[in-house]
């Protein structure tokens, strides 16, 4: 696994991941906790974390398709324009 999967699914960053490595840190907290469990159970991070992040990320990007849809779908607005008459704000 490469240190950016892994430390997305730690929640930490990559120089964090390096540091534990190199033993310039200890993981501490969480991270010590989630480090104990996969050493114990080492498929955890496959059946469990990596896949829940992954539907996670797919289910994000399906929402935001389905709100710019349904945005472009929305009835123009209309909002008072410099000159005082009502003018249609532009869509994004």
Not at 15 to 38: D, F, H
Not at 43 to 64: C, D, P, Q
Request: proline share 5%; no cysteine; net charge positive.
């Amino acid at each position: 696994m490469s240190q950016s999967l892994f430390s997305s699914v730690l929640g930490v960053s990559v120089k964090t991941v390096e540091a534990w490595e190199s033993g310039r840190n200890i993981p501490r907290g969480t991270a010590q906790r989630m480090l104990a469990l996969i050493d114990k159970e080492p498929e955890i991070i496959r059946k469990h974390i990596i896949n829940r992040k992954i539907s996670l990320g797919v289910y994000f990007i399906a929402s935001l398709a389905i709100s710019i849809a349904s945005a472009k779908s929305l009835p123009q607005v209309m909002q008072p324009g410099k000159s005082g008459k009502n003018e249609v704000l532009p869509r994004y």
